[in-house]
């Protein structure tokens, strides 16, 4: 019995003091890294949480088997939503409740890839 409270409380503050070390560690090599270094940025984006400036692509195969990429990007998304009751199938239930609402533009024109057929 006696060994339990010490062992509690050094694994207590290894969670505590351990995570805030390894936070503060990874973060100083992602400041420093994409800084001066220049690598990782991808991941320094990542880990701030923006939630503007987002970007993705549609594919579409069409029947003669041509793959079509439209790369979208979205440079405002809509912070207020309102209940959509009335949605059908396929639809979302939730719609932009502020004036700005996301616009979506293409981010550069569509690249068209031919699939080999089998």
């Not at 019995?1 to 505590?16: D, W």
Request: aromatic fraction near 12%; charge should be neutral.
């Amino acid at each position: 019995m006696k060994f339990i409270q010490p062992l509690f409380l050094f694994s207590a503050e290894m969670i505590v003091v351990g995570g805030f070390l390894g936070c503060s560690l990874v973060g100083l090599y992602l400041v420093i890294g994409s800084s001066l270094l220049g690598i990782n940025v991808n991941e320094v984006f990542a880990c701030q949480s923006i939630a503007d400036y987002k970007n993705f692509l549609r594919l579409h195969i069409d029947d003669a088997g041509q793959l079509t990429v439209y790369p979208i990007g979205v440079k405002k998304v809509s912070r207020k939503w309102k209940w959509n009751p009335e949605a059908k199938e396929g639809e979302s239930w939730f719609e932009p409740n502020d004036s700005r609402g996301a616009k979506p533009h293409l981010i550069e024109e569509p690249l068209q890839i031919k699939l080999p057929k089998d």
